[in-house]
């Protein structure tokens, strides 16, 4: 590995001192016998000096011809300069082309180039610094997670992706051929997570989940990362104090590790501050009043789409909770609330700001009888669940669980304007490529 200075590193501090950078040209700017060089690597963005008088003519003329992206090795003395970028520059002695560019197709600021080519182009795209700013604050709000739930005593496990049965709802199964057999790409770990509670009482994992959903709103992927929690010996409400310290660490770590990323999309940071527990909680039938009171067509009874809940996080300036929905638009392994049978003891975790929700959770169905008579409901059959079901037969106990899905969080915390952002490689129904 090549022995070299990071762009982060370039500061006043070294003033005088000989560094070699290795990186990509971000800007070529000329003026008279100099050109102003700047040279990006993953920590940052450094000015580069080259002197026609230093250089010599041959590499001078090479230096003019180089375009973004042009990958070279410089090495040189820093130089404090208040008007440079961090408040140093480089006077380049030595330049070193490792390979030049002539034309990048992604324009000097991607905001001016359309959402399609930039996709189409996404495998260039994900190395400028915005994007890279984008990744880091994905990374550690992961980091923080992981810290959190080591912590406090929750143990990672390892899930299958391809599965025998679904999760939530046979409509949305990408299914493949297994050998003589049909399997499908998994939509949630939790299955198998309830099934390691009975060694582990409290697991997680972080996995691809699949949605072969037709939707195309801003919050939707076809593929994404899911953070799943699933504790033995908890209710709704136990579950709900986890989701909210858990978030409420995240999001407070990341902003004390990547305020600088972080204010590169949102100016005003009020609301990720505000990210301390307890979040506030409304039953489902309050959201409904306040959605009816706001002149939202919507009766008890329906679900709540991306529309009804960006009206009701106007109410909230940091995330919250909604709870007890109705169990007909719920999934059938969430347990039924024994004080109104028309209701799941299930609560989803909504972002402010027009987001809306970032983890769906519940108690989860303990009793077999009940779990059946809810597969058959749903038009399942019971021995796809065989295994499944056998965790009520053998020691079953009251256990509950949540699903966080990561790039949402992502897109909240840095205002993203549509998911795909939040991933490296977009997976939506429109695209597969590259």
Avoid at 72 to 96: F, N, Q, S
Avoid at 99 to 118: C, K, R
Avoid at 213 to 231: D, M, N, V, Y
Wanted: proline letters at 5%; charged letters at 30%; glycine letters at 6%.
């Amino acid at each position: 590995m090549i022995e070299k200075t990071y762009c982060e590193e370039v500061k006043p501090e070294l003033d005088g001192q000989r560094v070699k950078l290795a990186g990509w040209v971000y800007s070529n700017m000329r003026v008279g016998k100099k050109i102003f060089l700047w040279i990006r690597d993953s920590t940052g963005i450094v000015q580069t000096v080259i002197a026609k008088n230093v250089v010599g003519e041959e590499v001078f003329e090479k230096a003019k011809k180089l375009g973004r992206e042009s990958s070279v090795i410089v090495e040189g003395i820093v130089k404090a300069d208040e008007r440079a970028p961090g408040g140093a520059e480089v006077h380049v002695e030595k330049l070193e082309v490792i390979q030049a560019v002539s034309e990048f197709p992604i324009p000097e600021n991607p905001e001016q180039a359309s959402p399609e080519l930039l996709l189409d182009y996404r495998h260039l795209h994900i190395r400028t610094p915005k994007v890279s700013a984008i990744m880091k604050v994905k990374e550690t709000l992961i980091m923080a997670a992981r810290e959190w739930l080591l912590k406090n005593g929750w143990h990672e496990v390892f899930p299958p992706i391809l599965v025998t049965g679904a999760v939530e709802g046979g409509a949305t199964l990408f299914k493949l051929k297994y050998f003589d057999k049909y399997a499908y790409l998994s939509q949630s770990a939790q299955l198998y997570l309830e099934a390691a509670i009975f060694g582990l009482e409290k697991v997680w994992s972080l996995t691809p989940s699949f949605r072969a959903e037709k939707s195309r709103t801003r919050r939707h992927l076809t593929e994404f990362w899911h953070l799943e929690l699933e504790g033995a010996w908890m209710d709704l409400w136990d579950i709900m104090k986890v989701e909210e310290e858990l978030v409420s660490y995240m999001v407070q770590r990341t902003l004390e590790l990547r305020k600088n990323e972080i204010e590169m999309f949102r100016d005003d940071l009020t609301t990720l501050k505000n990210t301390e527990p307890p979040f506030p909680r409304i039953s489902y039938d309050e959201a409904i009043e306040i959605l009816q009171s706001k002149g939202v067509k919507i009766e008890w009874g329906d679900d709540m789409g991306a529309d009804e809940e960006r009206v009701l996080t106007e109410e909230f300036d940091r995330p919250f909770f909604v709870y007890g929905y109705p169990k007909h638009i719920k999934a059938f392994y969430m347990k039924e609330d024994p004080q109104d049978p028309r209701k799941v003891l299930a609560a989803d975790m909504l972002a402010p700001e027009g987001y809306g929700e970032i983890i769906g959770g519940s108690e989860r169905e303990d009793n077999y009888d009940k779990l059946v008579q809810r597969i058959i409901e749903e038009g399942m059959d019971p021995k796809d669940y065989e295994w499944y079901l056998d965790l009520r037969k053998y020691g079953s106990v009251p256990h509950s669980g949540f699903g966080l899905g990561v790039e949402r969080l992502v897109a909240w915390v840095l205002k993203l304007d549509h998911i795909r952002w939040a991933t490296l490689f977009p997976r939506t129904p429109a695209r597969i490529y590259p």
